[in-house]
């Protein structure tokens, strides 16, 4: 990733030099710089808040509680993991951190979930069933509370930077189900793969 946006900067560069559009170029940095600093800090306040209120619901168990209630219904969705297992806790709280619009809290939940899953792995190299339909779940999941867009429109002036939160949950909520349906399908192909090569 590194290569690919030192590419991007040197043939802007380059351009520049060639197309004598140097001072251009020299007023973008300048801009963009001052453009980033405003948007962290519209963004920082929301964030801080809604990363706030997770940490009190981590400390005061009532993350534990949600991820307890969720559990049961990702035991379905993922049969191969052993009940009680490490993992399915970090999965449940990653889903609910990230159904507030928490991303950054949620990725530690998914680091830890990933690493969990895989000590149940056989094969080091290769994802495991349950590995894939926690990635799906993760990518399309279901955000009840989007914080980065209604940060995003609050910056950029929106007058009521809210109202995409309807849109946002039949969006995500559509993305989820359809996320689903297709793993299931993949996992439910890939047994009777399995069978047949027995």
């Not at 993992?87 to 507030?100: D, E, G, Y």
């Not at 680091?111 to 899953?117: P, T």
């Not at 946002?168 to 993949?186: K, M, N, Q, W």
């Amino acid at each position: 990733m590194n290569l690919i946006w030192a590419f991007f900067i040197i043939i802007s560069i380059i351009y520049s030099l060639c197309t004598g559009k140097l001072d251009s170029l020299n007023t973008e940095i300048l801009n963009s710089t001052k453009d980033a600093l405003d948007m962290v800090m519209k963004i920082f306040p929301v964030m801080a808040l809604w990363l706030g209120i997770m940490n009190i619901a981590s400390v005061s168990g009532l993350l534990k509680k949600m991820s307890n209630a969720v559990a049961p219904f990702l035991s379905k969705l993922f049969p191969e993991l052993p009940k009680g297992h490490e993992s399915l806790s970090f999965i449940a709280s990653n889903i609910i951190t990230n159904m507030f619009g928490l991303g950054n809290a949620a990725t530690p939940f998914g680091l830890k979930a990933m690493k969990s899953l895989q000590t149940l792995n056989p094969k080091k190299d290769t994802a495991t069933r349950s590995m894939i339909t926690f990635l799906v779940i993760n990518t399309s999941g279901v955000t009840i509370v989007p914080t980065t867009i209604i940060s995003l429109r609050m910056m950029h002036g929106s007058a009521n930077p809210t109202e995409v939160v309807l849109a946002c949950i039949l969006a995500t909520s559509l993305s989820t189900i359809g996320a689903v349906f297709v793993d299931r399908y993949y996992a439910r192909r890939d047994k009777k793969r399995d069978r047949r090569s027995i």
